[in-house]
């Protein structure tokens, strides 16, 4: 089977600065990643490519066969940033409202409600979303990737701004989705939040990605995650 991401011999630098050195990549369907390493270990230039923001150097990034070059996949994809809360922050509707305008946008027509409560947002579904906290915030960011019923979520250090027990049903929810054929490639530093449920965690280091055994992320160094 195709894989959803190949990335093969990867270099990437900003101009003198060298982050990537032949960095190989591949992520089945039905996977779900995690991405650990240092701060400045290039886990954020790693999306940035994969998500054909930026093009490295040498090599080459396919996601579902297809070379991002020509196809960078955007109907297949959802990515919630670190920092996607603060963009909606400044988007002047309702919850309920982004979920519709959202809805219109991809020609669907659905109940709001289950997909509400799926991130339990029913209580602030007609809030404004710069009465929202940041991990409200994030609920709605996972909330849009639910609704667009995306086949691969890249996330970004996704619990580090919500509490315990919703970093948990988060956790869950994204866990159920790749055994529905979703795939979930996600960067943190917080492992503890996502070891039960990823099936590999790799770790970036002097550019390049190195398997670590489940076994033993756990006791991964701090300066690592
Ligand atoms: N636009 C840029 N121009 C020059 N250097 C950059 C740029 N963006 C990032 N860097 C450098 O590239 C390296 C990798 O940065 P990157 O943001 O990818 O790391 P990261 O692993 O995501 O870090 P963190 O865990 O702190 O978010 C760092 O040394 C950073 O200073």
Redesign the pocket.
Known sequence: MVPVISAEKIDFA??S?T?LKQLCLTVKKGELLTII??????????LNLLLGNLSPQSGTIELFGDDICKDRHYRDLAYISQNSFSSYRNFPTTVKEALKIHLAYLHKKVDLQPYLQQVDLVEQANLQLSQLSGGQLQKVALMLALVKEAKLIILDEPTAAIDRCFAKSLMQKLKELTLQGCTVLL?T?NLTDVLEYTDRVLR?KNGSLQEVALAKAQNVEESDL
């Open positions: 900003y101009e600065k982050v390493g240092a701060n400045g270990s290039g886990k954020s230039t790693l960067v530093h970036l």
